[in-house]
């Protein structure tokens, strides 16, 4: 393999990664800060890239990034709505809402599974002909994809350590102790949900017009991909502040994505991704678990040999 090749599938890799670490970081918020499950991601992001598309095809390619964001705001909204309001389980609630996207995001498609957006101005045409005649116009997607992950760590950053920020962090860490505290879990969960969906409705718009076209299973796996880079960011770096472990994210979606590029680029069947996604999460929690039980097994190994070397020399000693 030519160092031109891997050069050009390490800014694939970094392209997708980012994007796509913008779901990661709604995992982020809602998972490890918020503490809710949040299964409606599939759905989720294929109603950001549809509503993203729809705008954009109509000629507003600006408007369709925040219309996309305001779409997962809807989505996040009904299914914390679904778990503080009508009493249903949290993972149920998601299950519930993905199922019932599918059907609104071929709505929103005007009936059909698929959009052409070959001839719409996006965001990344636009950006490459503003750099037109530079060396930068063939960064031109990277430029976008880190432009839009800077400016969502940054605001995480500084959101999370908000009074609001902070009420959704304890929520997560104790409800219990919230509402002792006269602040109202349910309106944080609410709050928390929005926000992450937001996050995720912005991926699918910015990866569907990029890849210049909307599928109606764009999002399909998307919530395992992102679970498989949090915990592999999480591996990364698991304390610190705020902003580092954001950074630890964004670099295990990278991992992750340079992991599928090169699985692709050995002409691995595109079926067997899904078994790659599998492999990979199960990997990235059962690594962790075994680095912590590690000494207790060395431990064992070792009182095991010490006996055993006991019990061959009584056995010697006897004969």
């Known amino acids: 393999m030519s160092l031109s090749v891997m050069l050009s599938l390490g800014q694939t890799a970094l392209e997708l990664g980012l994007m796509c670490s913008l779901t990661v970081l709604a ?4 998972y490890s800060m918020l503490n809710v499950c949040d299964l409606s991601t ?11 598309a729809v705008v954009a095809i109509s000629g507003h390619p600006i408007l369709s990034i925040f219309a996309a964001m305001l ?11 679904m778990q503080t ?3 249903i389980d949290s993972l149920l609630s998601g299950i519930i809402v993905n199922t019932g996207l599918y059907s609104v995001n071929i709505a929103i498609m005007g009936g059909s599974s ?7 101005t996006t965001v990344f045409t636009m950006v490459k002909d503003a750099l037109a005649g530079t060396p930068l116009a063939s960064y031109s997607a990277l430029i976008v994809s880190l432009t839009a992950v800077a400016l969502v760590v940054v605001f995480l950053n500084f959101f999370l350590k908000t009074r609001l920020g902070y009420a959704i962090r304890a929520t997560g860490n104790n409800p219990d102790m919230v509402k002792s505290s006269s602040i109202n879990p349910a309106f944080t969960t609410i709050v ?7 996050f995720t409705g912005l ?11 909307v599928d109606i299973n764009l999002g399909q796996g998307m919530v395992t991909m992102a679970l498989a880079s949090l915990l592999i960011g999480g591996t990364l770096i698991s304390h610190g502040s705020v902003l580092k472990r954001a950074i630890g994210v964004v670099l295990g979606s990278f991992i992750f994505r340079l992991v599928y590029t090169i699985a692709l680029r050995f002409n691995m069947p595109a079926f067997m991704l899904k078994l790659v996604s599998s492999v990979i999460v199960v990997l990235a929690i059962f690594l962790p678990y075994m680095k912590k039980q590690w000494p207790n097994i060395q431990r064992r190994l070792t009182h095991r040999r010490a006996s055993s070397g006991t019990t061959t ?7």
Do not use: P
């Open 27 to 30: 995992l982020f918020l809602s």
């Open 42 to 52: 599939d759905g989720c992001f294929t109603l950001g890239a549809a509503v993203g």
């Open 71 to 81: 779409a997962g705001v809807c989505s996040g909204f009904i299914t914390a709505l």
């Open 85 to 87: 309001k009508m009493g």
């Open 114 to 120: 698929l959009l052409n957006m070959n001839k719409t």
């Open 192 to 198: 928390g949900l929005c926000v992450a969906n937001s």
């Open 203 to 213: 991926a699918g718009a910015l990866l569907s017009q990029s890849q210049k076209s």
């Open 313 to 319: 020399q009584d056995q010697k000693g006897g004969k």
